[in-house]
């Protein structure tokens, strides 16, 4: 089955810095890899997502970029503010795994 | 409408009781999901509906018995749960079980007395 492995377990970073997190996966068809946020006392909720015919992509300050041939993908957080703060994980999922594999998480602290 | 709701927020419970987890969702999502969480953890997969048959089950034990009874519901029936089953119990829904987004609900915190 898939294995996904999702580094740093922590970072801390100062207000306006950037953040990288990063994730590699083993099934090479695995085509989807969500990245989720989630705050203290909520569920997961999507950030940002690739798909496996796309190298990277951006929204405001988050961006996603995908190495296809090394199996692995980043989350990119720029100019970080203490709302930032949270627990993110990444996943991976095949169409026809029926299932998403997570990462570990990496508890992310923004600090004022 | 991209809510998922889940129903109690909290629930303690003896080992000897039944009670039951509810979860929602009315974005015509063909699969639904039961997530297990502990603090400082990934949510873990337990159950997955897709088109309200049970696609994967992750040999989770028979205390925890789930329920599809329409596209837009999903249950979690418990009885004689452990304390070590307290943990946040996640519903997720997604198009299809394939490569799609999960939208998670809030999740029920169960505390196992």
């Known amino acids: 089955g898939e294995n996904v492995e999702q580094h740093p377990s922590t970072l801390s970073v100062q207000e306006g810095d950037s953040a990288v997190i990063k994730c590699t996966y083993s099934?090479?068809?695995?085509?989807?890899f969500p990245w989720y946020k989630q705050e203290l006392g909520k569920g997961p909720q999507l950030i940002i997502d690739i798909r496996s015919n796309v190298g990277e992509k951006k929204d405001q300050r988050i961006a996603v970029t995908l190495n296809k041939t090394a199996k692995h993908f980043s989350l990119h957080i720029t100019e970080t503010q203490p709302e930032d703060s949270a627990v993110y994980f990444c996943a991976a999922s095949s169409t026809n795994a029926g299932k998403s594999t997570f990462g570990d998480g990496t508890t992310l602290t923004v600090k004022p | 409408d991209t809510e998922v709701t889940q129903t109690p927020k909290h629930l303690v419970m003896g080992m000897t009781n039944k009670k039951s987890l509810k979860c929602e969702q009315h974005?015509?999502?063909?699969?639904m999901y039961w997530y297990k969480q502990k603090a400082k953890k990934p949510p873990e997969l337990m159950f997955v509906y897709s088109y309200e048959k049970l696609s994967i089950n992750e040999s989770v034990p028979s205390r925890f018995s789930p329920e599809c009874p329409n596209s837009s519901l999903l249950n979690l029936h418990l009885h004689a749960l452990q304390p070590e089953d307290s943990a946040l119990y996640l519903c997720a829904s997604s198009l299809t079980s394939g490569a799609d987004t999960q939208y998670f609900g809030p999740g029920t915190r169960l505390t196992v007395l």
């Open positions: 974005m015509g999502h063909r699969a």
């Open positions: 099934d090479s068809a695995s085509n989807y």
